[in-house]
């Protein structure tokens, strides 16, 4: 059974950094591309970003680019988002999914990032 | 990379069929393969009802159907239930351009 489980969230300031983790099982970890989608309260579904199953190539949405990073450790059947210079915007809750051709089969349960002071 | 357009809400009665549209550009939904459909119940995650335009995976059942036509696609849920009220979100990868974008999603309320 694919599950995935997601932690790190919590409240941070305006300007600070989170590191969430993203942990994989009953699958091929490294067979996937895995991605990070993310909820603002009352609002729609936002992609953030993606990382190949190697994880040599990675990509982000625009509002992202430079603030946020994708990693994983095959090893370790993880995933990572590391984020700094957070903003009141970035608010949300944060889903990682296994990436099928940028379609996702599989979902964690999210995690809550709260950016405030 | 703007979100797909959908409309806010649709609504039918149990037994009754509706259409959800997502309308894109030739950059996302008219130039990719992989249009997919995720239903959303309030506070779970997105559950994934459609992939590749138009299949279903295993236990989503026949009454969704999907399509897509130039820019737009679309997604028919006949024989509503209660239970199908939730939001429903499209989405389209297109490697070339915009990469994954999603709708804005829309809720169905089953009157």
């Known amino acids: 059974e694919v599950q995935l489980l997601e932690s790190g969230g919590g409240l941070v300031p305006p300007g600070g950094s989170l590191r969430l983790s993203c942990a994989a099982s009953?699958?091929?970890?490294?067979?996937?591309?895995m991605t990070w989608v993310r909820q603002a309260p009352g609002k729609g579904l936002e992609w953030v970003s993606d990382?190949?199953?190697?994880?040599?190539?990675?990509y982000y949405t625009d509002s992202v680019k430079g603030r946020f990073s994708i990693s994983r450790d095959n090893s370790k059947n993880t995933l990572f988002l590391q984020m700094s210079s957070l903003r009141a915007e970035d608010t949300a809750v944060y889903f990682c999914?296994?990436?099928?051709?940028?379609?996702?089969?599989?979902w964690g349960q999210g995690t809550l990032v709260t950016v405030s002071s | 990379q703007s979100a797909l357009t959908q409309p806010r809400s649709v609504s039918g009665s149990p037994g009754q069929s509706v259409t959800i549209s997502c309308t894109g550009t030739?950059?996302?939904?008219?130039?990719?393969?992989?249009v997919s459909w995720y239903r959303q119940q309030p506070g779970k995650a997105p559950n994934l009802m459609i992939y590749?335009?138009?299949k279903r995976p295993s236990g989503v059942p026949d009454r969704f159907f999907a399509s897509k036509s130039g820019i737009t696609a679309s997604l028919t849920i006949s024989g509503l239930q209660v239970e199908d009220e939730a939001d429903y979100y499209c989405?389209?990868?297109?490697?070339?351009?915009?990469?994954?974008?999603f709708g804005g999603g829309t809720r169905l309320t089953v009157l």
């Open positions: 999914a296994r990436a099928d051709w940028g379609q996702f089969h599989y």
């Open positions: 009953g699958f091929g970890f490294s067979d996937y591309a």
């Open positions: 990382i190949s199953g190697s994880g040599t190539t990675t």
């Open positions: 030739s950059s996302d939904v008219g130039g990719s393969n992989y």
């Open positions: 590749d335009v138009n």
């Open positions: 989405c389209s990868y297109a490697a070339r351009y915009t990469y994954v974008v």
